[in-house]
């Protein structure tokens, strides 16, 4: 990504943090709209779950330009999600629910250039969550 285009989805994000419940709220039900059998997985506190979600997306975004970083939190997030053994069609359910929600979020303010530039990142880290 170039620097523009990082700061471009920085600078999106920081209109989505103060509505960051609203946008985790979103992301889950999108993806367990694309992705029914998901809602199962999950059993712990889903308001924790909630809060990892996006002190995670804020995470990556925020190192969006920090290569190492950028890869450990890829790692944390492959290592959490191994046991789940998520493949491509979860990965890209991820990435559509995201879209998704920020658009939810953001409205028009979540033009074609940005919703370009976030699925970009989007598939940076998410992919490497699947194992297949
Ligand atoms: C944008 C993509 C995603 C992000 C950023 C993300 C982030 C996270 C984070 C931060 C955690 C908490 C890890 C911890 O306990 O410290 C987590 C847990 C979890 N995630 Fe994800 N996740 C994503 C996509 C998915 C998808 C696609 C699925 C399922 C299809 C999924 C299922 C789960 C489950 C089941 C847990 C464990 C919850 C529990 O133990 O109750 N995640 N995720």
């Not at 809060?51 to 790692?75: F, G, H, K, Y």
């Amino acid at each position: 990504m170039k620097p523009q285009e990082i700061q471009h989805v920085q600078h999106s994000f920081a209109g989505v943090f103060a509505r960051k419940a609203d946008l985790a709220e979103r992301f889950y039900v999108h993806l367990f709209t694309r992705l029914p059998e998901a809602r199962g997985m999950f059993r712990g506190n889903f308001v924790k779950q909630k809060a990892m979600l996006t002190a995670m997306i804020a995470a990556c975004v925020r190192n969006l330009d920090n290569p190492q970083t950028l890869a450990e939190l890829s790692a944390r997030l492959a290592q959490d999600h191994a046991h789940l053994d998520l493949g491509a069609r979860e990965s890209e359910a991820a990435k559509r629910a995201l879209i998704a929600a920020l658009r939810d979020v953001l409205g028009p303010a979540l033009d074609l250039e940005t919703e370009t530039t976030w699925a970009n990142a989007i598939s940076r880290v998410a992919g490497t969550m699947t194992r297949h």
